[in-house]
T-cell receptor, first 116, second 115 residues
Framework: GAVVSQHPSRVICKSGTSVKIECRSL??????MFWYRQFPKQSLMLMAT?????????EQGVEKDKFLINHASLTLSTLTVTSAHPEDSSFYIC????????????FGDGTRLSIL | AQKVTQAQTEISVVEKEDVTLDCVYE???????LFWYKQPPSGELVFLIR??????QNEISGRYSWNFQKSTSSFNFTITASQVVDSAVYFC????????????FGTGTSLTVIP
């Protein structure tokens, strides 16, 4: 149980392209979803938290107009990197949680984004 | 200040050795939760264990065991008889009841098990 599917797993695209990443909870309802960014050999950096039907809460320093998050249903959240540039290249990973903070976050497999 | 400290950046052990990964946390909340996740080279994060602040009982799951000590604010993870498949980065995380959804990850410990 508690499977989170993230798609696509890898994206390579040209600078200026917008990229959408999907995060789905397959067998549970995710009241809260999280988006993280991870640079090589570093820890996960929380970018934003989204609750279904509400606007996402972004962490300090994360541009909300650059990283658009939509959490339209209890099983789907999307992250759109708008007009991506090489510095946006990174490993993006989502997680989903059903219930309160005592519940674990279940992670997707991540998306490796490479902007040329 | 770092809420979760994993002082060991990289560890290498020979297969079948035991290894302990350290995790020290900092919180003022009385209700909090501690987690361990495994991130193999393929990148996905695998949930290993959750512990709440009111349960200091140590836990064993196969070759994995966890030692939670509130007196030292530590939640250490031991792998017994390590195997090559245990090679991964391991993250310790803290979730505080007082800060809502916030999840604090440590910087991770990269474990390499040498055959």
């Amino acid at each position: 149980g508690a499977v989170v599917s993230q798609h696509p797993s890898r994206v390579i695209c040209k600078s200026g392209t917008s990229v959408k990443i999907e995060c789905r909870s397959l067998d549970f309802q995710a009241t809260t979803m999280f988006w993280y960014r991870q640079f090589p050999k570093q820890s996960l950096m929380l970018m934003a938290t989204s609750n279904e039907g509400s606007k996402a809460t972004y962490e300090q320093g994360v541009e909300k107009d650059k990283f658009l998050i939509n959490h339209a249903s209890l099983t789907l959240s999307t992250l759109t990197v708008t007009s991506a540039h090489p510095e946006d290249s990174s490993f993006y990973i989502c997680s989903a949680r059903g219930g309160g903070n005592n519940q674990p976050q279940h992670f997707g497999d991540g998306t490796r984004l490479s902007i040329l | 200040a770092q809420k979760v400290t994993q002082a060991q950046t990289e560890i290498s052990v020979v297969e079948k050795e035991d290894v302990t990964l350290d995790c020290v946390y900092e919180t003022r909340d009385t209700t909090y939760y501690l987690f361990w996740y495994k991130q193999p080279p393929s990148g996905e994060l695998v949930f290993l264990i959750r512990r709440n602040s009111f349960d200091e009982q140590n836990e064993i799951s196969g070759r994995y065991s966890w030692n939670f000590q509130k007196s030292t604010s530590s939640f250490n993870f031991t792998i017994t008889a390590s195997q090559v498949v245990d090679s991964a980065v391991y993250f310790c995380a803290l979730s505080e009841a007082g800060t809502g959804n916030q999840f604090y990850f440590g910087t991770g410990t990269s474990l390499t098990v040498i055959p």
